[in-house]
């Protein structure tokens, strides 16, 4: 399975940003059962009287490499270059894009980022 139809099911369960997943498991027959992180199940801001504070840049958490290769329409889409995302790697402590399985920046504009060599 790739890491869009994973990324397709996740939506499935209301989850748009895979920053948002604790633990997946696929079970024995074929689902996806998603645990979210617990800052992330459905309180809201309402609820506990918090004022909304941070402003969301981007609609929605976007893909920007996959499988060691940049998405540049969503790059271009977000208004974004090559030289931005190569910087934002190398603060992250990434030398390469091929060294990236996968990356989305966040709404907030913050970019996660997944490499081959480590766990989600």
Do not use: C
Request: proline content about 1%; aromatic content about 10%; cysteine-free.
């Amino acid at each position: 399975m790739d890491i869009n139809t994973f990324n397709s099911l996740l939506r499935k369960h209301d989850i748009f940003s895979i920053t948002d997943v604790e633990y997946a498991i696929f079970e024995i027959d074929g689902t996806l059962s998603v645990m979210k992180k617990k800052f992330k199940e459905a309180v809201t801001k309402d609820d506990l009287k918090i004022k909304k504070t941070a402003k969301n840049i981007f609609p929605i958490a976007t893909e920007i490499i996959s499988d060691g290769k940049v998405n540049k329409r969503n790059l271009t889409a977000l208004q974004l270059d090559i030289n931005w995302l190569k910087h934002q790697l190398e603060q992250a402590g990434v030398t390469s894009i091929s060294d990236v399985f996968y990356a989305e920046i966040q709404q907030d504009g913050s970019l996660y980022v997944d490499t081959w060599d480590d766990q989600i």
